[in-house]
């Protein structure tokens, strides 16, 4: 019996019976709600990828915009600042038939 016993233990125990302990059908019934836990959470970061990705191009496209519009301003702002020189405003109104005073203006009820 000592020999029968010695045999046993020498055997080694393979990695499949050690396998089939852990993972057999009482053990996923009992562990369903941490799988659930496992799979909201990978749904989670999936959906936290997509939300990031949509952002950063939505973030993108707003500054492509802005840039666009602090050029068009700056743009806008150098013409009118041309514009209102006194020289660009005699041309601009010479065709309504204005012209540039030569003389103060006169005061009325004097």
């Known amino acids: ?3 029968e016993k010695n045999i046993e ?20 019934v009992r562990n369903i709600p941490f799988f659930l836990f496992l799979t909201l959470l990978a749904v989670l970061y999936i959906y936290n990828g997509h939300y990031t990705d949509k ?4 973030i993108n496209t707003t500054e492509k915009e ?11 702002k150098s013409d009118v ?8 405003l005699i041309k601009a109104v ?8 030569t003389k103060p203006p006169v005061l009325l009820g004097e």
């Not at 802005?66 to 806008?76: A, V």
């Not at 600042?81 to 660009?88: D, G, H, N, P, T």
């Open 1 to 3: 019996m000592a020999e």
């Open 66 to 76: 802005i840039k666009e519009l602090e050029y068009e301003y700056k743009t806008i």
């Open 9 to 28: 233990e020498s055997q080694p125990v393979s990695p499949k019976t050690d396998w089939r302990k852990f993972i057999s059908h009482k053990w996923v």
């Open 81 to 88: 600042i041309f514009r209102s020189k006194a020289s660009e």
């Open 55 to 58: 952002l950063i191009l939505k």
């Open 94 to 101: 010479e065709p309504l038939g204005l012209k540039e005073l």
